[in-house]
Structure formats: C-alpha cells, structure tokens
C-alpha cells in the first residue's frame, strides 16, 4: 500500500522558504572550501587527496562467491479462452478505444517505452499444477444492492487441516466491522483517518454473520463469540471463534457454509462506497492462519491470530477462490482472477464469475462509469498475462501511461526476483472522491490513486509500479504483515526505488530519506506496536528499505540482485519470516549477518558517529614545525564497519581515511604542515543508514556569531521536508 500526504503547493512554497534560508546560512558557515554532497574536491593547487586508508580494525568487506493439493477442484476447461487479440469478451465489454491507441495527456511527462512484448497468447484457465499448499477453498456468492450500499453473500469454505494436531475450532476475520462504531480496536487507533482520508462523521459499516453451517446442517452461528487476542477490547468484532461439533483431525477437510451480510461504509481504509463506486476488499468472513510446526519459525503449532487494527494488513492461506457476483446491469466488475465465462445478464443484474487459484485473498471493484482497455503482455519470464485498466472517465486520456508503467513494472520484477504465473492483472483507478480504496494490493488486482488531477505528475507511475511489486513480495511470497510488515512494505519499496530509477530516471535522494527517520524502531514486530505520528511508515517503508539498500552498499549491487532472486525463489508460497531472509543473505555471501540485523532489524538502531572536538597546536617533531591536529569522534548509534573520513587542512590540503566504526569513543591525531580546517564523516553520504548528519561535520574558526555546526546536507533535506512519503 503506498501513503501521500499533504497540499503540495503549500508545501513547496514553503520548502522553497525554508530551502533559500538554509543555503544562505550554510554557505556562510562553511566557505568556499567546503565539498558539494556528491563529492568533496580538493579545495586549491595544493591540495593532495590520499586514498582511502583503514583506521582501526579491518572493515568488513562482502565475499566474492561463484556464482500436495485440494481433491475434488472445480474443472473450468470448458471455460478457457485463448487471449491472444484480447478483445474483451470474456467480460461481454468492448473496448472503448483500440488497445493500441496512444493517448497522452498534454504536457504529461514523456514515456520511455516499456520492454517490448513477446506473441502473447495467455490463456485463462486453472494451474495445471499447484503452486501452493492449498489449505483453503472458497466458493462466494454476493449481490450488491447499490443503492442500499449493501453486500448480501454466502460462503462454502472448504479448510484442510495442516497441522500434526486435531484442531476443535476455527477463527475468522470479519474485517469490515472495524467500521462498526468509534470504539472498534482500528477506529480508536486510526482515529478514523487512514492516510489523507478520513471517515466521514455518521458513516459505519459492518458485517453481520447470520448462519454457519456444517454439511450436516448442524447451526454453530449461536455458538460463536468475537475475540480480542490482541487488546482485550470488547468493542472490537473483527475476530470470531466458531467451536466445531468435532475436531479436524490432521490432513482432514472440514466445510462451512455461511450467510453474511456486509454494510459499506463510505470508502477511506482500503473499502466502502464513493458514490456509485464501490470496492469490496477483504468483503468475506476470511478463515485465519493455521500455523504448523517450523511455519515461520513456530516451535507449538497454533493459530495465528490478530484483530484488525489502524496500522495493520493482512495475512492469509493459499487456496481457491470461485465467486459469483452480482450487480445492477449497468455496472461493470474488476477482480482478482479470470472470467469464467461473460457475465449473465437479464435486463436488471448482471452475474459474473470469477476463478483464481494460489492465491491468499479475493477483492473485486464495480462502478457504472468504468471505462476498459486491456491488452496481452508477455516477456521471456512472463509466460502471458492480460492487463486490464478499469478506468474513471477523468483519466481516459491516461491510458497509455498506465499501460506502460504496469507493463515496466512486470517485465522488470520477472526479470530480478521470477516470473509473473497469473494470466490476468486488473488495474482500477477510483474516482476523485473514492481515494480511500487507491493504492491498494491484492492478488492479481491493483488500484491506483483516485482521479484528481487531469495531468498528475510522476506519482501516478510510482504508485503504480509499487502496487504492482506487492504482486511479488505481498502477493506470493506473502509474508505476515500484522507481525512483519517490512518484509512486504520495505522489499517493494526497495524495489520500487530501482525500477523508477532505471525507468523513468527519478533516484531517491537517501541521504534526505535517512534525515526523516525520527523515531527508528525494530522492524520486527506487531504493527500497532509502533509509536504515534507515522512511526509505522516511517519505519516499515523508508527505514526498512534503506536497511535493504544498506545491504546493497556492502555487498554490491550483483550480489544483492542474487539474494533478493534466491529469497523470491525459496519462499514464494510459503510464509516466510526476516530469520528466514537473513539465512538466505548470509547462505548467499557466506558471511555472518547477525550483528547487523540485531542493531538495525531487531532492534531499532540507525548509524550516527559525530565529531565532537578538533584541536590544533603547534609542536616540534625532527626540528620541524608541524601542528598536532587531535579529532575526537564519537559513536552514539549503531556500528558501521566502513566509516570513510575527511580531514581537510588551512592550507587546502586534505586527507581521507576509513575507519572501523567499533569504538564508542575515539581521538585521531594527525601531524601535518596546517591545522584543520574542518572534518567531515562520510562526506560522499554512502551510509544510508546515518540519519543525524548535523554532527557529523565539524568547521574551525567559524565567526562566532554563527558558531553552530551545519549538516553537510541541510539543504536537500529542506527540499524534501514535505516531500511525498511511500507507503
């Protein structure tokens, strides 16, 4: 999911403010000598630039390295269609325009071209062979009163037991009752305001279970009780236990069949209603997670269970999901998955229906004012796929740009971690009104922002490359994002950042990026456990991805792009934890990671070394006159074990050292012809991890009147001060 916050003309007009004050004070304090933040040339005919040379203990240097399924599944054959023209008729549409029109709108910035398309021939028909533990089997049925704003819905749930014990009852998450009242465990959290958005006063929604049935007709609805695992808040129903007539013994299956009826709130946290838009996510009673033995590193089998809260994603089994939806006649219908078949349509509803298989969730869109475009899409790691664009009418004009950007996005994600198995990727853009459900994730569905601006910048792009990289991290690796939420967040924006960069040319200033991080924290950990003001963002996106980066500094770019594939490649479909990412880095450079992840992974430490004294006297050494230059620098985070140094003298010359970073609290003494003019720590920003560089420079002989030490990088970091924040 990604956040925006904030009006961007205020913004700016008070960046610029604070960005001209910066750079007048800072060049006053640090002269003419002093380096730009890209590189630190020698500053006259005399200077002499030694090369990097180890303080200390040896600094770490990266290695050089050679390089069972459900019975009984529904057959759709008959229903499988070859998608090479995709002309949309599988979902009864026509195209509103040519698929290969190109259409920009003016102005809008210019497209690099996306990797060109292989024949694509994708055909929408079940896996020939699972690519999951299949636990779960869902067989929906809703229908949307539009005007009642209302889902009314049935579930058959098949769940199989994968565990070693029997198991006497089962939990579900019925996560739209987090809208129920002001008192719910999200809403007092969130203080009903997820992102920009904000609930609007009197608006509740709120599912209401009304039977749960065996197949032997037996009714355990009476029987079932809401659970507050988490806070013991009685006012919050988004998690029920329902007891079982008898246990589920190990590798058995048990049915369900229930009636449910959800009440749409207006959209602001991922679902509800804008008008005559609606998005269903996370619409269904959804069975929880089973967790056997080994399962992210459990040593007592057990569920795994969380209500829902004001930070919190998801966490689900994979499985089967065949739906039936019904709307108004006029209304079309994104989803995850395929068609079937085209929608029945008799005059007043119109009924899809929908398959997917392997994955962990099921959302769908609808909205009369829809306008379609798709196109096939392959590459050499994408067998074929279907992209499908559900657009508001105020971005008709967009098209291109929405195509192009999934098309990168796919093309470069199957290229770095594996490749894409879905043969369909829907695309929905909200109206203005219905940001709320933009930027959001689910398995083989995206949304992008709400249509607002006719012409929107580069954000439009990001938002949709991000989405479409929890396809990866989120949608088959699927780790849980209630407990671990960095392990999805922070990868895809790790790999969001790269992507923009090599595409569209736009490189994160990290350095800037590290300035923001106020309030770090472990990475591994609960999400509502987070502090207040944006801890969790701040935390779970910008300061997980700069570890991830972090690790790239140290290891290479080659090296990295091998850990990130090897991660992909072993624990898609399978849950994995950050234990299991560390052993996959440290399996892949054969080094010991684990001082590194206990500083910045489990714990919540950031790099910040600070010079903390420099003096300079006059000695005799030899019968020479020579100045005694003695820097003192002090350790006030985490360890860093390549810490560069600049010691720039009076008379222009300067020297560079690395040093261990180990000690706490360390003197440098220097002989030299000059004293020091001023000392710099990492004056080339190369650690990505230092987020307090206001002490890490130091100027003798400033004018007293401005007698304050300045970071080197003051002045980017005013230019992003109300930048956009990813989430």
Same mark, same amino acid.
């Given at each position: 999911?990604?956040?925006?916050?904030?009006?961007?003309?205020?913004?700016?007009?008070?960046?610029?403010?604070?960005?001209?004050?910066?750079?007048?004070?800072?060049?006053?304090?640090?002269?003419? /000598?002093?380096?730009?933040?890209?590189?630190?040339?020698?500053?006259?005919?005399?200077?002499?630039?030694?090369?990097?040379?180890?303080?200390?203990?040896?600094?770490? !240097?990266?290695?050089?390295?050679?390089?069972?399924?459900?019975?009984?599944?529904?057959?759709?054959? +008959?229903? $499988?269609?070859?998608?090479?023209?995709?002309? /949309?008729?599988?979902?009864?549409?026509?195209?509103?325009?040519?698929?290969?029109?190109?259409?920009?709108?003016?102005?809008?910035?210019?497209?690099?071209?996306?990797?060109?398309?292989?024949?694509?021939?994708?055909?929408?028909?079940?896996?020939?062979?699972?690519?999951? +533990?299949?636990?779960?089997?869902?067989?929906? @049925?809703?229908?949307?009163?539009?005007?009642?704003?209302?889902?009314?819905?049935?579930?058959?749930?098949? =769940?199989? @037991?994968?565990?070693?014990?029997?198991?006497?009852?089962? &939990?579900?998450?019925?996560?739209?009752?987090?809208?129920?009242?002001?008192?719910?465990?999200?809403?007092?959290? #969130?203080?009903?305001?997820?992102? +920009?958005?904000?609930?609007?006063?009197?608006?509740?929604?709120?599912?209401?279970? #009304?039977?749960?049935?065996?197949?032997?007709?037996?009714?355990?609805?009476?029987?079932?009780?809401?659970?507050?695992?988490?806070?013991?808040?009685? +006012?919050?129903?988004?998690?029920?236990?329902?007891?079982?007539?008898?246990?589920?013994?190990?590798?058995?299956? %048990?049915?369900?069949?229930?009636?449910?009826?959800?009440?749409?709130?207006?959209?602001?946290?991922?679902?509800?209603?804008?008008?005559?838009?609606?998005?269903?996510?996370?619409?269904?009673?959804?069975?929880?997670?089973?967790?056997? *033995?080994?399962?992210?590193? !459990?040593?007592?089998?057990?569920? @795994?269970?969380?209500?829902?809260?004001?930070?919190?994603?998801?966490?689900?089994?994979?499985? %089967?999901?065949?739906? !039936?939806?019904?709307?108004?006649?006029?209304?079309?219908? $994104?989803?995850?998955?395929?068609?079937?078949?085209?929608?029945?349509?008799?005059?007043?509803?119109?009924?899809?229906?929908?398959?997917?298989?392997?994955?962990?969730?099921?959302?769908?869109?609808?909205?009369?004012?829809?306008?379609?475009?798709?196109?096939? &899409?392959?590459?050499?790691?994408?067998?074929?796929?279907?992209?499908?664009?559900?657009?508001?009418?105020?971005?008709?004009?967009?098209? @291109?740009?929405?195509?192009?950007?999934?098309?990168?996005?796919?093309?470069?994600?199957?290229? =770095?971690?594996?490749?894409?198995?879905?043969?369909?990727?829907?695309?929905?853009?909200?109206?203005?009104?219905?940001?709320?459900?933009?930027?959001?994730?689910?398995?083989?569905?995206?949304?992008?922002?709400?249509? #607002?601006?006719?012409?929107?910048?580069?954000?439009?792009?990001?938002?949709?490359?991000?989405?479409?990289?929890?396809?990866?991290? &989120?949608?088959?690796?699927?780790?849980?994002?209630?407990?671990?939420?960095?392990?999805?967040?922070?990868?895809?924006?790790?790999?969001?950042?790269?992507?923009?960069?090599?595409?569209?040319?736009?490189?994160?200033?990290?350095?800037?990026?590290?300035?923001? %991080?106020?309030?770090?924290?472990?990475?591994?950990?609960?999400?509502?456990?987070?502090?207040?003001?944006?801890?969790?963002?701040?935390?779970?996106?910008?300061?997980?991805?700069?570890?991830?980066? #972090?690790?790239?500094?140290?290891?290479?770019?080659?090296?990295?792009?091998?850990?990130?594939?090897?991660?992909?490649?072993?624990?898609?479909?399978?849950?994995?934890?950050?234990?299991?990412?560390?052993?996959?880095?440290?399996?892949?450079?054969?080094?010991?990671?684990?001082?590194?992840?206990?500083?910045? *992974? &489990?714990?919540?430490?950031?790099?910040?070394?600070?010079?903390?004294?420099?003096?300079?006297?006059?000695?005799?050494?030899?019968?020479?006159?020579?100045?005694?230059?003695?820097? !003192?620098?002090?350790?006030?985070?985490?360890?860093?074990?390549?810490?560069?140094?600049?010691?720039?003298?009076?008379?222009?010359?300067?020297?560079?050292?690395?040093?261990?970073?180990?000690?706490?609290?360390?003197?440098?003494?220097?002989?030299?012809?000059?004293?020091?003019? =001023?000392? $710099?720590?990492?004056?080339?920003?190369?650690?990505?991890?230092?987020?307090?560089?206001?002490?890490?420079?130091?100027?003798?002989?400033?004018?007293?009147?401005?007698?304050?030490?300045?970071?080197?990088?003051?002045?980017?970091?005013?230019?992003?001060?109300?930048? =956009?924040?990813?989430?």
């Amino acid at each position: 999911m990604k956040k925006v916050f904030g009006n961007r003309l205020a913004q700016w007009c008070f960046l610029f403010v604070l960005a001209g004050g910066a750079t007048f004070v800072s060049q006053a304090l640090l002269g003419a /000598g002093t380096a730009s933040e890209d590189a630190l040339e020698p500053a006259g005919p005399r200077a002499e630039s030694a090369p990097y040379s180890t303080l200390g203990s040896i600094p770490l !240097r990266p290695v050089t390295m050679t390089s069972p399924s459900l019975k009984g599944e529904p057959s759709f054959q +008959n229903f $499988a269609t070859d998608l090479s023209f995709a002309d /949309g008729s599988s979902l009864g549409l026509q195209l509103a325009k040519p698929a290969s029109a190109r259409v920009i709108a003016p102005n809008a910035p210019a497209q690099p071209p996306a990797p060109p398309s292989l024949p694509a021939k994708p055909v929408e028909k079940p896996a020939p062979q699972p690519l999951s +533990n299949r636990i779960v089997e869902y067989h929906l @049925n809703v229908e949307l009163d539009a005007e009642g704003k209302l889902l009314n819905g049935t579930s058959s749930l098949t =769940w199989k @037991n994968p565990g070693s014990l029997p198991v006497q009852e089962l &939990y579900f998450h019925l996560y739209p009752n987090a809208f129920e009242s002001k008192k719910s465990t999200f809403m007092e959290e #969130s203080g009903g305001r997820l992102r +920009n958005d904000k609930s609007p006063d009197g608006s509740f929604g709120n599912m209401t279970v #009304s039977s749960i049935k065996t197949l032997d007709g037996e009714e355990l609805a009476g029987k079932m009780e809401y659970v507050q695992p988490d806070d013991a808040n009685k +006012n919050d129903h988004t998690l029920i236990k329902v007891p079982l007539p008898k246990a589920v013994n190990p590798g058995e299956k %048990i049915t369900l069949n229930s009636s449910f009826q959800v009440k749409l709130p207006a959209v602001f946290a991922r679902m509800g209603y804008a008008g005559d838009f609606v998005m269903a996510g996370q619409w269904f009673p959804k069975v929880a997670v089973y967790e056997p *033995v080994g399962v992210r590193g !459990r040593t007592v089998e057990g569920w @795994n269970l969380h209500q829902y809260h004001g930070n919190s994603e998801f966490y689900a089994d994979f499985g %089967i999901y065949d739906v !039936r939806i019904k709307v108004p006649t006029n209304y079309t219908v $994104a989803a995850t998955g395929f068609p079937l078949k085209p929608p029945a349509d008799d005059g007043k509803i119109k009924t899809y229906a929908f398959y997917s298989d392997d994955v962990h969730d099921f959302a769908w869109a609808a909205s009369p004012n829809f306008i379609y475009y798709e196109e096939p &899409y392959a590459t050499q790691q994408i067998p074929g796929v279907r992209i499908k664009l559900y657009l508001d009418p105020k971005h008709e004009q967009l098209k @291109n740009r929405y195509m192009t950007a999934a098309k990168k996005a796919l093309a470069r994600y199957a290229q =770095w971690y594996g490749s894409y198995p879905y043969s369909t990727l829907s695309i929905v853009i909200p109206p203005d009104n219905g940001n709320g459900a933009g930027g959001m994730e689910y398995p083989t569905l995206i949304t992008g922002w709400g249509a #607002s601006e006719e012409n929107p910048d580069l954000e439009l792009e990001r938002v949709i490359v991000h989405e479409i990289g929890h396809q990866f991290w &989120y949608g088959m690796v699927a780790s849980n994002e209630f407990e671990e939420a960095w392990l999805d967040e922070g990868f895809t924006s790790y790999a969001e950042d790269r992507l923009m960069e090599l595409e569209y040319g736009v490189k994160s200033n990290l350095t800037v990026e590290s300035s923001y %991080i106020t309030s770090p924290e472990a990475l591994k950990q609960d999400s509502w456990n987070y502090g207040p003001d944006g801890q969790y963002a701040e935390n779970v996106y910008t300061r997980a991805k700069l570890v991830l980066k #972090s690790i790239e500094r140290q290891i290479g770019t080659e090296m990295m792009d091998r850990v990130m594939k090897t991660y992909f490649q072993r624990w898609k479909f399978k849950h994995p934890t950050t234990t299991d990412f560390q052993k996959v880095l440290e399996d892949t450079t054969k080094t010991s990671w684990q001082e590194f992840f206990e500083q910045y *992974v &489990y714990s919540g430490l950031m790099v910040d070394y600070g010079v903390t004294s420099i003096q300079s006297k006059k000695v005799v050494s030899d019968g020479q006159s020579l100045f005694e230059n003695t820097v !003192r620098i002090q350790k006030h985070g985490g360890t860093y074990h390549t810490v560069p140094i600049r010691f720039h003298f009076a008379d222009g010359s300067q020297i560079d050292k690395t040093w261990d970073g180990i000690d706490a609290d360390v003197q440098f003494k220097l002989m030299h012809q000059s004293p020091i003019d =001023w000392v $710099a720590i990492d004056p080339q920003h190369t650690i990505v991890l230092e987020n307090k560089r206001i002490n890490s420079f130091m100027k003798t002989n400033i004018d007293p009147k401005l007698s304050v030490r300045w970071n080197l990088g003051v002045v980017k970091f005013m230019e992003t001060l109300f930048e =956009w924040v990813a989430w």
